[in-house]
């Protein structure tokens, strides 16, 4: 009976410290906003001294500590053969050649003939410079990649504008219809004629909320069966296996992950949609078989990311509790697993990225489909996803349904990376806050 | 412990309860029913089999398991696995009996399969609450917690909820309340499904929670099973039952899907439950619950694995492997460096004494029996003359769209003929394998400046030859300018003729000096000869090698000059090769042989120098292969043939589509395009990530900026593929000639492929210990040698498998190539990429035009089936797709197997 009490108390207590989280959260964001503007000026003060630092460093990259005139040069001119390469390559390709010769020129004068006639310091100019250089590529490819996607999709925004996340509109009247999800939970009648989804290239309508819809769907199911799974299988590499064991499990779990995603788009295909469809569904495409594919292949992503979220636990920790007489499950249960819980949340985040941006499986099992799922929580219908929008539609496509695609992609493009940078801020923090434990 | 380890041989102990062993055997039981439920899943076994089929089904079933268990027991007798655990004991025990049980059941009574696995879950249900009932009751001691706990009530709340809502839903469909907003519009809120769903939810809850851990574990379990069993049972569902969740969901679930779920369901949730009552519940007994489910799950997925891995192999196989034909001698010279491998695995020492023991010697032997046995397969039936045949059948889809079989089969040829491409790869890695395990014999034995003036003039004669090469490879398009220069360069090509002759067989004299200068230190008479080949082994070297040297860049003069220097039918170069591999050979038993008796410092030299002296022989080999390669004229000498052409005839991978034949062919454009996709992306991301991951461990200080680049590369991790695909279609397609082309796909691979090495390789960086930096700084060296010849050496292996994982990913992405690539089905030419180079006249004097075609790949191949719909062949899916796994699962293969030789290898260093 004591422990009934308690439950209610507990539970009639979660109002109560919510309201207090927040009357935190207010007080915190307050104190952030005042600290605000002194911040802002002190940022501004140090502005000019920080510039200059970070100038003398990216002098000292590029030029050495104490250049030398040949140096100098030297260093400008692969510099500027590497820059050159890059804007050539943006603004005239057939002008790409030129710097690239002498880029590599360059680098085997400095690499190879410098140090052959006894200038040895010039490989390791070279080196760094050239190491420097594929580190600025790769950021640039990042950057290129946010701006050319950005800037394909802007032709269709600024010419559809809010009619790419379009949602039905009534029949006769040409009103949006903003509730209709509420006919398709059942709240509403059921309005007389099917809603379409507002995809429809012939008419020019492009609007990729019901393709959105899809993606949400597949990610849910792929999430319910990666998670749980997942998460178990984690707990079973980093806790339970023994050495053998693991050394057994673990690329196992890799192996799965590196199946290519047309094969198990291929057995999604061949395999489940004929099952389903013998079992029970008329059609054999449906979103939760799917998202079942596209859950086992997000699957050792979560294993994997949550593993390293377990390994990291010091096992002081566990230790500790081990001593204090509890088993090993409890250890897990009530150390181990909240020790790593953000690391296990960035799993599954990390999960839900992989099995948002999958395509390939989801392109081979549901071959189209333009409408909203109906209702709309129906996993057994089937219909496009945003990611098997863009395969299944590129290649058979008017220029103007392709560019819309590029929309498609940039939502794809910013819910993952923002999906991705929240995963690494909690697995930093859950870094940090276990070694300030240590 | 001890002493049951000894003594104890009955199966089990007696002093084990009754109850106890009830527990095991229905812990057993959930086992069997949770595969049953996954046979029935699949429809392996129907659900409304029934009489003697049923009976037959459960005796294999019967005669499998106690197999299994008898041998287990029998070895456990013996002492040889001994199992002391009771609990597997009991298990293993309970596993027989419910077998026996099941058979007699399916034998006894009239039912179906459906049936009888609800009776199954009734008998698990009805055990469940008996070990409650009895531990409440303190006849079985137990050490209960006085609840089940929170975790527990919410998973029976939830599995309560899901199910009350679909009876709900299903029997009072129509229980709800209309309100009608002030326009009209009437707002249904439906009742039907959410009261029984949320009562049940609270009841099983509520079950779990409020009594002591023993009921309340024993009744929500009870409550559930036996109500999914019940209703098997009674046949409220039955095979034939169908149900649809609503008029608007267009589901219709049978018996078949429905019942093998129940089972599972019913059998995890049963041997949770009877795996804690066996643990006496308490902490105990939770830890063994939840340990059964997870190792269930990590059992499942392990499976999943193995199967979606089989299954792709099964279908196909016989596809990919139809009119598959290769020669025993090809064979031969394909295993070759396979048995190098296996042997020097046999001949690895590992740290630990543990591998002394016979077991692990079996495990290193076995290899090597395995791989000799089918090389001396091979020889014999070469030697016999006798052909090996397997024959098979596999399906095509014909012109008018139907399943077609064919026979075929796999054939071993006794023609002695081995194509150059075989010749030329094995032998490669043969002379590199053999030329690593030599190592460096340079300043060992006698030293003399004659020698070395021999090293030096043997380099500038390679160079001079070289040099020679290039000009004639560059001089063609230079002629056509105008008829002064046209006449000219008939001059020239004369000319070239001329000197080319010369040169190669000045180069064939040269290596003949060679192979006399290097053969003199074992083969003449005088002093004794182990004493002779200790005291030069420079010679050795320069002597062999310098005749590898002259004779390859010969070799490679020969088509550029147009020459090809023979006496009689006989041509010059290889047959001074062959005469330097039968040296090697010769050099090498020899030294081997006498190392058997020599000193152990001599026998240390004499053993490299036979290592050095095989080396020449494979690089002397790869020399008559390359001959043969450029000039395109076979090669023959005591029958055996280094042909242009092989005897390995693989129609899967080596022919294109062949329309119109009753054979399919094959998807050779699809392997050439993926191996030139990873060749590229390789070569454009690996000196990016290996160069980016240097200067960001090694140069930039870490702060901001190291920051910024490792988000930028995490995000570029998790970029879905579709949108790299998207990507080269908006920038790298309209910069390279507005067509879908190989070079826009490999760049896109290249740019996935680059987060992937770029992190890898900054991991393998970082693990180098900070120590080595220390000790290469205080002995001087600079920053940029120390990187050079410490760092970048101790992190090669950590690289190089991230390399090969981060590869073996990327070779099967379909999304972006379906953008960049194209995707096309039955090509019938595969991309010219070597043939496609030319020279031209302005930067960057090389061009390719086969770069700026599109191309097949395996994994588009694999997509063109797909959406090619009726009219794609299902079975050469299959083919493909098996082709696909198979090339990317060996990359991860080899990653994996490299990434554990090098952790262990660094553990034990």
Redesign the interface.
């Known amino acids: 009976m004591r422990r009934t009490w308690a439950l209610i108390l507990v539970v009639f207590g979660i109002p109560g410290r919510i309201l207090g989280y927040l009357r935190g959260l207010a007080g915190r964001i307050g104190h952030y906003l005042a600290a605000l503007p002194g911040r802002a000026a002190n940022y501004l003060r140090t502005l000019p001294a920080r510039i200059w630092r970070t100038l003398r460093a990216t002098k000292q990259v590029l030029f050495g500590t104490e250049p030398t005139v040949p140096d100098v040069v030297y260093s400008a001119g692969l510099l500027l053969s590497a820059t050159g390469v890059v804007v050539t390559f943006l603004y005239d390709q057939s002008l790409t050649p030129y710097p690239l010769v002498a880029l590599v020129l360059l680098a085997v004068v400095g690499w190879n003939v410098l140090p052959a006639i006894g200038y040895s310091k010039y490989q390791a100019r070279t080196a760094k410079l050239l190491t420097l250089f594929a580190t600025v590529a790769t950021v640039l490819t990042v950057g290129f990649i946010t701006f050319f996607l950005f800037e394909k999709a802007w032709g269709p925004v600024s010419t559809y504008g809010d009619e790419l996340l379009a949602i039905p509109r009534h029949r006769e009247t040409g009103q949006p219809r903003w509730f209709f999800f509420m006919d398709y939970l059942g709240v509403l009648p059921v309005s007389e004629v099917r809603l379409g989804s507002g995809w429809d290239p012939s008419n020019a309508h492009y609007s990729l909320m019901a393709a959105a819809w899809g993606t949400v769907l597949v990610t849910l199911v792929a999430g319910a069966v990666a998670g749980p799974l997942g998460v178990l299988g984690a707990l079973f590499i980093a806790e339970i296996a023994s050495n053998r064991v693991r050394s057994v499990v673990k690329p196992g779990v890799e192996i799965l992950a590196g199946i290519p995603s047309i094969v198990y788009g291929f057995i999604g295909f061949m395999v489940i949609n004929q099952f389903t469809q013998d079992q029970f569904l008329d059609a054999g495409s449906s979103f939760v078989g799917a998202g079942l594919v596209v859950g086992i292949m997000a699957l050792p992503t979560v294993v994997s990311v949550s593993e390293d979220a377990l390994s990291a636990v010091p096992n002081s920790m566990r230790d500790g509790s081990v001593a204090m007489g509890a088993t090993n499950w409890q250890t897990m249960k009530s150390i181990s697993i909240p020790a790593a819980f953000s690391g296990i949340s960035a799993a599954i985040i990390l999960g839900l990225g992989r099995a948002l941006g999958e395509t390939m499986a989801v392109a081979a099992m549901m071959a189209g489909g333009n409408i909203f799922a109906r209702p709309l929580y129906d996993v057994f219908d089937a219909g496009a996803t945003l990611t098997s929008r863009i395969a299944i539609t590129y290649g058979s496509a008017s220029d103007a349904t392709v560019d819309v695609l590029f929309v498609a992609g940039v939502m794809l493009f910013s819910v993952i990376a923002v999906m991705s940078l929240i995963a690494q801020y909690v697995e930093r923090r859950m870094e940090r806050k276990l070694q300030g434990e240590q | 412990m001890s002493d049951a380890y000894a003594q104890d041989r009955s199966l089990v102990r007696e002093d084990s309860n009754y109850i106890d062993q009830a527990l095991d055997t229905t812990i057993a039981l959930t086992t069997i029913s949770f595969f049953l439920g996954l046979v029935t899943m699949?429809d392996a076994v129907g659900l409304a089999t029934s009489g003697g089929a049923l009976t037959s089904f459960f005796l294999e079933l019967l005669a499998v398991g106690v197999g299994g268990v008898a041998v287990v027991a029998a070895l456990s007798y013996l002492n040889v696995v001994p199992i002391t655990s009771q609990r597997v004991r009991g298990i293993g025990v309970g596993i027989v009996i419910s077998l026996l049980g099941l058979t007699v059941l399916a034998a006894a009574l009239p039912v179906n399969m459906a049936t009888l696995l609800g009776l199954v879950l009734l008998i698990e249900a009805a055990s469940v609450l008996g070990a409650g009932i009895l531990s409440w009751q303190g006849i079985f001691d137990t050490d209960p917690s006085?609840?089940a706990g929170?975790?527990a009530g919410v998973a029976f709340g939830v599995v309560g909820l899901i199910i009350g809502a679909v009876v709900g839903g299903t029997f009072f469909p129509s229980i709800g309340l209309t309100v009608v907003f002030p326009d009209g519009?009437?707002?249904?809120?439906?009742f039907g499904y959410l009261l029984p769903a949320l009562g049940l939810a609270g009841l099983l809850g509520a079950a779990t929670?409020?009594p002591r851990e023993d009921l309340g574990t024993a009744i929500p379990v009870a409550v559930l099973v036996g109500g999914l069993g019940a209703v098997v049972v009674f046949g409220t569902i039955d095979p034939g039952w169908v149900w649809s969740?609503g008029e608007?969901?267009?589901?219709?679930?049978?018996g078949?899907?429905v019942i093998p779920l129940f089972v599972l369901l019913g059998s995890v949730v049963s041997s949770w439950g009877t795996a804690k009552a066996r643990a006496g519940y308490g902490?105990?007994g939770?830890?063994f619950g939840?340990?059964l489910?997870?190792?269930l799950?990590?059992g499942?997925?392990?499976t999943?694995?193995?199967a979606?891995?089989t299954?792709?192999a099964m279908k196909g196989l016989t596809y990919a492997l139809h009119g598959f034909t290769v020669g025993a001698l090809t064979g031969l010279v394909l295993l070759a460096p396979l048995l190098a491998v296996v042997v020097s695995w046999a001949r690895t020492p590992a740290g630990t004494a543990e591998w002394h023991s016979g077991a692990r010697q079996l495990f290193r032997a076995i290899p090597v029996a395995a791989v000799g046995g089918l090389a001396a397969f091979l020889a014999s039936l070469q030697l016999r003359g006798q052909s090996f045949e397997i024959p098979f059948q596999f399906t095509v889809f014909n012109q008018s769209r139907q399943e077609v079989t064919l026979d075929t089969a796999f054939t071993i040829t006794t023609e002695p003929r081995v194509g150059t491409l075989i010749v030329l790869i094995s032998g490669l890695l043969l002379a590199w394998y053999f030329k690593r395990q030599y190592g460096s014999l340079q300043s060992v034995g006698d030293q003399s400046d004659r020698l070395l003036a021999v090293e030096r003039w043997v380099g500038i004669a390679m160079g001079a030859m070289t040099l020679l090469a290039v000009v004639l490879l560059i001089s063609p398009p230079t002629i056509t300018v105008d008829v002064f220069v046209t006449t000219l360069s008939m001059y020239v090509d004369t000319i070239a003729d001329t000197l080319g002759l010369a040169v190669v067989a000045g180069a064939a004299l040269a290596a003949i000096g060679l192979l006399v200068l290097a053969g003199e230190t074992v083969l003449s008479v005088g002093k004794p000869v182990a004493e002779r080949a200790r005291e030069n082994p420079d010679r050795l070297r320069i002597g062999l090698f310098g005749a590898v040297g002259l004779l390859a860049v010969a070799a490679l003069l020969e088509p550029l000059a147009g020459v090809r220097p023979s006496v009689g039918s006989f041509d010059i170069l290889p047959v001074v090769a062959t005469a330097g591999a039968a040296l090697g050979l010769v050099i090498a038993v020899m030294t081997a042989a006498l190392a058997r008796t020599a000193t152990p410092a001599t026998e240390r030299v004499l053993r490299k120098e036979s290592a050095m002296a095989l080396s020449a022989t494979a690089a002397f080999v790869v020399v008559t292969a390359l001959h043969v390669a450029l000039t395109q004229v076979s090669f023959t000498l005591a029958g055996a043939t280094i042909g242009v052409t092989g005897t390995l005839s693989w129609p899967m991978t080596m022919s294109p589509y062949i329309p119109l034949g009753l054979e399919p062919g094959g998807i050779m454009p699809a392997v050439v395009g993926t191996v030139w996709l990873v060749v590229g992306a390789t070569l454009f991301a690996v000196?990016?990530?290996?160069?980016?991951a240097?200067?960001?461990t090694?140069?930039?200080?870490q702060g901001k900026f190291t920051g910024?680049?490792e988000?930028?590369?995490?995000?570029?991790?998790?970029?879905?593929?579709?949108?790299?695909?998207?990507?080269g279609?908006?920038?790298l397609i309209p910069?390279?000639d507005n067509s879908e082309s190989l070079l826009a796909a490999m760049l896109v691979l290249g740019?996935m492929l680059?987060?992937l090495v770029?992190i890898t390789s900054r991991e393998a960086l970082k693990s180098v210990p900070d120590e080595y930096r220390d000790a290469s700084a205080a002995l001087g060296v600079?920053?940029?040698?120390t990187?050079?010849s410490v760092v970048l050496p101790a992190a090669m292996p950590g690289v190089i498998t991230g390399v090969i994982?981060g590869v073996?990913?990327i070779?099967?992405?379909?999304?972006p190539l379906?953008?960049v690539l194209?995707?096309t089905l039955n090509e019938t030419s595969s991309v010219d990429v070597l043939g496609g180079f030319r020279f031209v006249g302005?930067?960057?004097f090389v061009d390719n035009p086969a770069l700026l075609e599109s191309s097949a790949a395996l994994?588009t191949q694999?997509?063109a089936?797909?959406?090619a719909?009726v009219s794609g062949s299902?079975s050469m899916?299959?083919g493909s797709?098996f082709i696909?796994?198979a090339v990317?699962?060996s990359?991860?293969a080899v990653g994996?197997i490299a990434r554990?030789y090098f952790r262990r290898k660094l553990d034990y260093e």
């Open positions: 699949v006085p609840s929170l975790l519009t009437p707002l249904v809120i439906d929670i409020l969740p608007d969901i267009d589901a219709d679930f049978t078949h899907i902490a105990v939770r830890q939840s340990y489910v997870v190792y799950n990590a499942v997925m392990l999943i694995m193995v979606i891995v299954f792709v000196p990016l990530g290996v160069g980016a240097v200067f960001l090694e140069y930039a200080e910024l680049v988000i930028a590369t995490n995000s570029l991790w998790s970029t879905p593929s579709v949108v790299f695909g998207l990507f279609a908006a920038f910069r390279l740019f680059l987060p770029l600079s920053k940029w040698d990187v050079r994982l073996g990913r070779a099967g992405e379909t999304a379906i953008l194209g995707s302005h930067p960057p994994p694999v997509w089936v797909i959406s719909g299902p899916g299959w797709a696909l796994l990317v699962l990359f991860y994996i554990t």
